[in-house]
């Protein structure tokens, strides 16, 4: 049993544990090789209960949705280990299947004991989106895949380091299977010095305050985060609400994809029920069951925003996930698009939550990342891969209007920059700016999409899109309306082509002077459209978010008086 804590210690513990993962954070961010890591952020560390694997503590610069994946990736590692028998200080557990350990195969996933005394004490954890880790498409991110070998080489739970020594035969195998292993090791390199910083943290906190009392510290943590979720979900309304949107396809075969939710609180409990959600499809846009739990996570997180990020949170909500779902998808089932499937439960939990309380929602964001990768051999006949994600608008809330060009709610991740990109590969941005009347209307209108032009300066290369929102709009919540759909074009000899399945494509030959085109969506509305004040409209129109005909049409004319 944990020893009692007072509450100014506790605080104290819970700045110092949560700066040791941040640190960890920009250890990797500063290292990392590919611009996915140090540009985007797309990369996460934490601390590890030692016997369930449940997330103590996560940076504030890592992205959200490995909070709850991370703790099943290190209850993975806690199984092998137990099965082996042989767990010893300095072992360093690396994989990246996602069916154990949750999101899709780039996600490079690093494991690490933590013992004090002799006596092992919790699990620290690294985790970063390598650039490439081989598969049939550059940058993994293929729409065609059929099971999870077409995406990647799939590494189970195995031991990069025994004992404090690393095993080189595994990095052999890790930089045999990628296509860029300069960049591979650069990261690897990057996330072993964050868990050895880690360690080094760990070391001097209970150097300073002893094991008891920081172990009492994290189990108070965990316990006061249930205690504020379940004050805020007794603040609410009983009663069931639901909510279904669409994915547009599988990738495979045109054909759309329900997630349903059924959203229940009663009491200080809620459950989250996905039944009548579509089965596994033969395209990657399933998830694993871990990625799903996390998922739940993350929508919580935006709808009571003030909770701290631990595996507490989660104690009085059950998340109902139907066997044979695309939401519970089992290996080799492909996961790679496994982005837009989350974005997609994360739009419908957004939207039942409306219905229960209309002013913790926030309509629905852009819903997909738009991966997109171009690849090929510089003239000196080295290959390169450009892969990266691109913002959109985020919806309107009953507060303000929408993010213009954020990136997904399902991270604190950046868009890398154009000038980066540009430095990185041979491509040219000719255009990177907001999408006019792309936005949802509303009282508070969602927030605008972007437009993004990339010209090829190279003598050939191919292109790979994996995106979604391309039938199926961004929806407003509280009588908020949808905002505009993705769309994608591709510049050939006869003129602008688009995908035959609307988001997604592979195979797009390129020759230098030639582009692809992505035009975002916007976000969705919030609240009726009649309630916008006309000044807002005006501005609007004054800034070039909304064309004066798109403002007439949809909001009426009275905004011109207010431009005079």
């Not at 996915?36 to 996460?44: G, M, Q, R, T, W």
């Not at 059950?318 to 974005?343: C, K, M, N, Q, W």
């Not at 309630?531 to 409209?537: H, L």
Request: one cysteine or more; charged letters at 20%; glycine letters at 12%.
């Amino acid at each position: 049993m944990s020893e009692a804590i007072d509450p100014i210690t506790l605080a104290v513990l819970a700045g110092r544990m949560e700066q040791i993962a941040d640190e960890m954070d920009a250890t990797l961010f500063r290292a990392a090789f590919n611009p996915i890591i140090a540009e985007a952020h797309d990369a996460s560390h934490g601390l590890y209960h030692s016997a369930t694997g449940d997330t103590l503590v996560q940076g504030k610069s890592g992205l959200p949705i490995f909070v709850g994946v991370m703790s099943f990736a290190v209850k993975a590692v806690i199984d092998k280990a137990a099965e082996a028998g042989d767990l010893a200080d300095g072992d360093i557990y690396i994989f990246n299947d996602a069916h154990l350990g949750g999101t899709h195969l780039s996600d490079m996933r690093l494991v690490r004991p933590y013992f004090r005394d002799g006596e092992l004490f919790c699990y620290l954890a690294s985790v970063g989106h390598w650039h490439d880790v081989g598969g049939a498409v550059p940058g993994n991110y293929n729409p065609s895949a059929t099971e999870a070998f077409q995406e990647a080489f799939v590494l189970p739970p195995v031991k990069l380091a025994r004992g404090g020594v690393v095993q080189q035969d595994i990095i052999d195998i890790l930089m045999r299977n990628t296509r860029l292993p300069q960049s591979a090791m650069g990261d690897l390199n990057g996330q072993l010095g964050a868990l050895d910083l880690g360690v080094k943290r760990l070391d001097e906190l209970l150097d300073e305050y002893g094991s008891g009392t920081v172990r009492a510290a994290l189990d108070a943590l965990g316990d006061r985060a249930e205690t504020l979720m379940r004050a805020e979900l007794a603040g609410l309304p009983n009663g069931r609400w639901e909510a279904e949107d669409y994915l547009d396809n599988d990738g495979i075969t045109d054909t759309a994809l329900p997630i349903r939710v059924a959203l229940e609180i009663d009491g200080d409990r809620m459950v989250l029920d996905f039944e009548g959600t579509a089965p596994v499809t033969a395209g990657p846009v399933n998830i694993a069951l871990p990625t799903a739990v996390a998922t739940a996570y993350v929508a919580i997180k935006h709808i009571f925003p003030d909770l701290p990020a631990n595996a507490g949170v989660m104690r009085p909500i059950d998340v109902r996930v139907p066997d044979g779902s695309l939401l519970s998808a089992e290996f080799p089932a492909p996961v790679g698009g496994y982005t837009e499937t989350i974005l997609r439960m994360i739009d419908v939990i957004f939207s039942a939550a409306a219905q229960a309380a209309p002013d913790r929602a926030v309509a629905n964001a852009y819903g997909t990342i738009n991966a997109l990768s171009i690849a090929g051999k510089r003239s000196n006949g080295q290959p390169w891969v450009m892969f990266s994600f691109y913002g959109g608008g985020h919806g309107g809330s009953i507060e303000t209007d929408g993010l213009n060009h954020g990136n997904a709610p399902i991270s604190t991740a950046t868009i890398p920059p154009m000038e980066i990109l540009e430095a990185a590969y041979p491509v040219m941005f000719r255009q990177w700016a907001l999408r006019q009347d792309s936005a949802g209307a509303g009282r508070h209108r969602g927030g605008l999409g972007a437009v993004y032009e990339i010209e090829l300066l190279e003598e050939k290369a191919e292109a790979f899109l994996f995106g979604e929102r391309g039938r199926f709009p961004p929806q407003g919540v509280a009588g908020g309306e949808s905002a505009a759909m993705n769309e994608f074009r591709y510049e050939q000899t006869d003129g602008w082509q688009q995908p035959p399945l609307a988001s997604k494509m592979l195979g797009i030959k390129l020759v230098r002077g030639q582009a692809v085109r992505l035009e975002t969506p916007g976000g969705g509305g919030y609240g009726h459209m009649a309630d916008r004040s006309p000044k807002a409209i005006a501005r609007d129109v004054a800034l070039g978010y909304l064309s004066p005909e798109a403002a007439t049409q949809t909001y009426g004319p009275a905004w011109k008086e207010a431009a005079q």
